[in-house]
T-cell receptor, first 111, second 112 residues
Framework: KQEVTQIPAALSVPEGENLVLNCSFT??????LQWFRQDPGKGLTSLLL?????REQTSGRLNASLDKSSGRSTLYIAASQPGDSATYLC??????????FGKGITLSVRP | GAGVSQSPSNKVTEKGKDVELRCDPI?????LYWYRQRLGQGLEFLIY????????KSGLPSDRFSAERTGESVSTLTIQRTQQEDSAVYLC??????????FGPGTRLTVT
């Protein structure tokens, strides 16, 4: 059974800092990995989708990497801003593309 | 075009009552998923519909939970005889076949 872990559960950083959010998964037989953002009381917004054939995917200040062999993905946020404060979730698909999620990392960026 | 919509956005119900949650997927999306997010827990898969195929119900936690979808349109998740542990945010997502899943805003269910 796939398990996805995100540590730490919460992170607080000053504005402007570059930071890395980690995600690990137990079953490396995945065909993609997705990073989401969730704001309080809101649904999920997809940030980046990395296919298993890719090593990195970039969108603006966000860069996600995937290392299937080690069962790890990282989300790099450059020059963090208070508006980046949210919960960040990673998820991997299984049979029928149903997603298995980590519990998320709640990020707080202090002005 | 419109995204995935869910209704109601919030629902408070008494223990033992039945509730129905609705999901309107993105038009043309053949796949529809229901997930649950309980406080302090990760999102859990509940059920999956793909076109006219038999649904994947492997995530439903008990026989009090059921869901329906007519064709490629609206889906309804029904919880019978609600319990306090059913309190959660219920999220719906839709996608093209096995593509990127787009999530709705969720329904926050509180069972008192």
């Amino acid at each position: 059974k796939q398990e996805v872990t995100q540590i730490p559960a919460a992170l607080s950083v000053p504005e402007g800092e570059n930071l890395v959010l980690n995600c690990s998964f137990t079953d490396s037989a995945i065909y993609n990995l997705q990073w989401f953002r969730q704001d309080p009381g809101k649904g999920l917004t997809s940030l980046l989708l990395i296919q298993s054939s890719q090593r990195e995917q970039t969108s603006g200040r966000l860069n996600a990497s995937l290392d299937k062999s080690s069962g790890r993905s990282t989300l790099y946020i450059a020059a963090s801003q208070p508006g980046d404060s949210a919960t960040y979730l990673c998820a991997v698909p299984g049979a029928n593309s149903k997603l298995t999620f980590g519990k998320g990392i709640t990020l707080s960026v202090r002005p | 075009g419109a995204g995935v919509s869910q209704s109601p956005s919030n629902k408070v119900t008494e223990k033992g009552k039945d509730v129905e949650l609705r999901c309107d997927p993105i038009s043309g999306h053949t796949a529809l998923y229901w997930y649950r997010q309980r406080l302090g827990q990760g999102l859990e898969f509940l059920i999956y519909f793909q076109g006219n195929s038999a649904p994947d119900k492997s995530g439903l936690p008990s026989d009090r939970f059921s869901a329906e979808r007519t064709g490629e349109s609206v889906s309804t998740l029904t919880i019978q005889r609600t319990q306090q542990e059913d309190s959660a945010v219920y999220l719906c997502a839709s996608s093209l076949a096995w593509g990127l899943q787009y999530f709705g805003p969720g329904t926050r269910l509180t069972v008192t």
